[in-house]
């Protein structure tokens, strides 16, 4: 029987652009196939120009394209048709200009090869079209965990992301206690700024958590009390816009400052609303103004200057406002029109300036966290329903999948917290109230974490028995594999020869929540 080895991608780029790509083809004895199918899809030419060749061809062969592209990923899918069966392999590799890259497609399988897109369950796929050599199969139906590449099927009944053991973990408590406090994620740390120790009593507390030392330290305090304030970080600064008492101010501060610096004040009053950065672009959303609802978006462009983006369709406060990794939109999520818990979800579409319906989550709530993950998708955690703090935790896919699962609780109910994404990739959650009213100084922790030493790297909180890919987070270009035990415990893997400062990405296949760590 013909065994077809493999399909290697070589992308020359030693020269100036265009980069060539040369893609073989290579079977063990000669082996003769009535189709050939390959496609190229370089998302960085005009949002991806599929590159395909179609015609019957004997083993080995070559086809040589050429892409008018300095950089970025290009995704492969080879699909081949013939008397041995149907074969199919995928794949994606990160051109990197003057460098010379391979990519190795596995097509090994003869008759009973998969294919990962005749809509049938064949080959290793472990549900229709994915798993095995298809990949993942996250979004797909399934019936029982099996099914799925991952591992775990959600209640609504498709592939989803397994948790990493043991799910959330305690952190440093964060010290004072506070809620209706405002989270920032930024390249120095977790920032918890301002908040409430009572229902009378604003501080301007500003603190610091490095997840890696699992540590809070106080930095510049703010210049006056304020709580459910708006926070963001752009521009290299943290930035704090409005909040109670009822307040125009606008201030931000850089790592190492004396002081907070003074901005121009926002044109209305906004408390408890939305703050998010994106595309250097500070904004304000919703909330507050005086005893009524606000539907209106503040934009801080990088001039300096406030101008008016189009207005929230729904006026609502504590609701939570996220970034999504590329700044492309904003979503506003849950919160309250002062009768109610919301589930509503909208997207704010930055550079057409226009609002859109998304999914509504599963439970409707406000003083809510929620951010989007380094996983891409969008977390919803803890808040409040009439009045009762929840510890329910959701999260959604994107389209096309566009669903929203449970996921692992938080371990006690909190509402009116804060959550941010750590520099390494880890969720942190801080602050807070709890069931009985009561501050919460608890902080929960999400994800895997790794570090390098003595030339390898180790890792623990990933899915148990998971491959982990280690890969260097600039380039794309994998490094190493590892696997991890029943705990989710990744022993030492020796890494090739790296430069200090080097970030590796490594994310396990069940999971698929990416950490990074810095080569010492």
Known sequence: MARCLTAVLVLAACAPPPTAIDLELACEPAATFSTVTVQLRAPALDAGQVFSGDAGVALPSRLRIVLADEGGEVQVSVDAEGPGGARSAQGAVTVVAHSTVSLRLDLS????????????????????????ACGACVGQACGAPEQCATGACAPQGICTYASGPPG???????????????????????????????????????????????????????????????????????????????????????????????????????????????????YVVGGLEGAGLSRQVEVLRPDGGWSMGRSMPTGRSAFALAATASEESLYAVGGSDGAAALNVVEQYVVLGNQWASAKPMPTARGELAAVFAPDGRLWAMGGSASGSPLDAVEAWFPPPVDTWVTLPFLPGQRAAHAAAVAPDGRLVVFGGRGNAGELVSRVDVYGPVATVSGGSVRGENFAARATVTVTNAATGAVLVRGTTDASGVLAPVPLPALPSGTRLRLIDHRSRYPVTTVVP
Request: hydrophobic residues 40%.
């Open 109 to 132: 399988g003869g008759g009973t090869g998969a294919s990962c897109r005749d809509g049938e369950l064949d080959g290793d796929e472990t549900a229709i079209d994915c798993g095995g």
């Open 168 to 282: 959330w973990r305690s952190g440093a408590p964060l010290t004072p206690a506070r809620y209706a406090v405002a989270g920032v994620g930024a390249p120095s740390g977790v920032y918890a700024i301002g908040g409430l120790l009572d229902a009378t009593t604003p501080v301007d507390s500003v603190s610091r958590y490095d997840a890696l030392s699992n540590a809070w330290s106080s930095v510049t305090p703010l210049p006056a009390p304020t709580s459910g304030t708006a926070a963001a970080f752009v521009g290299g600064r943290l930035w704090a816009a409005g909040g109670k008492p009822g307040t125009t101010a606008v201030v931000s501060w850089a790592p190492g400052d004396p002081s907070w610096a003074s901005a121009a004040q926002l044109p209305h009053e906004h408390a408890f609303a939305g703050g998010a950065g994106a595309q250097d672009t500070l």
